[in-house]
């Protein structure tokens, strides 16, 4: 007997990520708060991630999932130095609303 | 003869003008004066030795330095001729330089700026050096500019004062007129005879028909530089710079510079007998025209400005008659007379402090001993009286005339006439009768002092002996000038007959009678000039002196600035407007860009989500 996970089709996985990759791009048009857009850009990581995966089982090729692992640790480090980031504006301006930084208005 | 030496002449002033251009600020005015005067003291030295040389041998020295300029078929040299006119020349340039330095010391001895009077005047020096030393028409030419950027310098040195500014202005620019003329001049010379040169000129030159128009060019660059109709009216203005000025450039030296090089180029001249006619008509009508204007300056430099350019026309008449060595002559007694005069009004106003208006001087006589008696022998000198320098040098101009058109000889003699009444009204309201000035004037009053006397005493001998150089029937300066002057025979009365001595006490008595007219009214009655807006008649044509400067105005100058600002309102902004609308586009097409860039990262994410599914619909929909 196959695996539950198995019986998944490949469809279903693609329009999981297309869902999650929605989401996190809509999060990031219409939300203000800097936390929750970041959190926006890693589940549009995410929903990469998956298909990758998703697509390496089916390909029975394991080359998508270590490019997974490099994602996921890329996308820690970026979360580390993001967070870094947010806690400087932060401090600078006692606000992680994107509105008010428009230092860079030309 | 050493070349060095004859260099040497060119190269003590242009030393004279470094040192005290670039140091003289630091010399003090004793030194700086000294200088000054040493320099061009020494050009007379070794203008004299070459002198004696060339009285000797009769050989000219000709000293090429190198090629200056080559074409095609000919080539110019930067060389310089030294023969018997520019020996002439050497000695009164120089001579009377010496004697003016000499005296600006004292006059200009307190002035802020008396070093770079100086140099301004030794630069003169060499430039009129290099003018008449040049060895062919470009290096004539270089003098002919370089003095008169140094006449423009000098008649503006107090240039604080903006009318005299716009004097300077006005005597460049009329000078420029000129020299365009000088231009064209070598341009047609040298096409048509493929040298510039004198020599090789005097030799190669033949009527070529267009010669008449190079010719007529020369003659419109010295009616410039030489102050004649039409170019004449920047000469009474000049009288703006210091007196010691106007007695070096605007009568002694550099207006005489196109009777040199008349002179100089008598071949050509010679071969176009039309535009000698020209010259000396002009010459005649100059002569008359300022001598009438001169009868009515109450300014004392004003009326000598207007004498010299009467003056000078009785030497552009002989000119024009073909009497070189005549006009020559003139030339030497005038710049006697006519320095000792300048440098006497100069001393005239030194003594009064500064006033130039001869209603308010008067009986000077009595507190400038000195300056009145060379006065009075330089009034002599140049109304002609016998013996005196003037008196041969006019009467040679007469009798040329006579012999030659019976009209020019009444305008001339009507000119000499008018000039001894001039001169004597000149002489009679500044040195006799009471003084006009005011109070303070007159207790200023005083002689000048020796360094300023001594030039006025050399200047008086030299204008009452002058005369010498060339009496009718043996004169030592047409033999002198033989070699320079081709066609030597053609002009000169030789013969003293019945007629030319009555034409002598014709002029003699007409002089006469000048003088006691001037006698009986501005010593007997005691007339003062009246204001000149009190005028009429022929007088007030005269004290506006033919309204000249008016229609020059109304017929060169206003149209030009009409034209000028035309361009510069409508067609200078037309081209502007349209220059700058190729800038304008690209600037307001940023500008309207720009706004979408307005700090908002809300609104720069939108665009990147929309761009990137822009790409990958591209990317998908389109392959």
Known sequence: ?106 | MSTTILLLTLIFPLVGTLINGFWGKHLSKKVSGAIATLAIAASFVTSCIFFAYIQGSQEPVKVVLFEWMKFNYFTIDFGFYFDQLAALWLLFITGIGTLIHLYSTSYMHDDENFSTFFTYLNFFVFFMLILVTGSNLAMMFIGWEGVGLCSYLLIGFWYKNQDYNNAAKKAFIMNRIGDLGFLVGIFITGYLFHTLDFVALKEQSYLAPTLGIATMAFFIAATGKSAQLPLYTWLPDAMAGPTPVSALIHAATMVTAGIFMITRLNFLFDLTPDVQHIIAVIGAVTSLMAATIALVQNDIKKVLAYSTVSQLGLMFLALGLGAYEVAVFHVITHAFFKACLFLGSGSVIHAIGGEQDMRHMGGLRKYMKVTYLTFFISTLAISGFPPLSGFFSKDEILLTAFHHNIVLWIIASLASILTAFYMFRLLFLTFFNNFRGTKEQADHLHESPSVMTLPLIILAVLAAAGGLISIPGNSWLNEFLKPVIKNNTASHPHVLGTTEYLLMGLAVIGALVSLFIAYAKYIKNKQVPVNDNNVSGLQKLFVNKYYLDEIYQAIIVQPLNFFGSFFKNQIDGLINGIVLSFGRVPSELSYQGKKAQNGNIGLYLFAFVIGVCGLLYYLFMCY
């Open chain 1, 1 to 106: 007997m196959e695996h539950v996970l198995q019986q998944i089709g490949i469809d279903q996985y693609i329009y999981l990520s297309i869902i999650l990759f929605s989401i996190g791009a809509f999060g990031i048009l219409y939300r203000r708060n800097a936390i929750v857009m970041f959190m926006s850009i890693e589940i549009m990581l995410n929903a990469a991630n998956l298909l990758l995966v998703a697509f390496s089982n089916y390909h029975e090729d394991a080359n998508g999932q270590v490019f997974v692992f490099f994602t996921m640790a890329v996308a820690a480090a970026e979360v580390a130095i993001g967070l870094a980031i947010l806690v400087a504006i932060y401090r600078n301006i006692g606000s992680i609303d994107i509105d008010k930084l428009k230092n860079l208005k030309g």
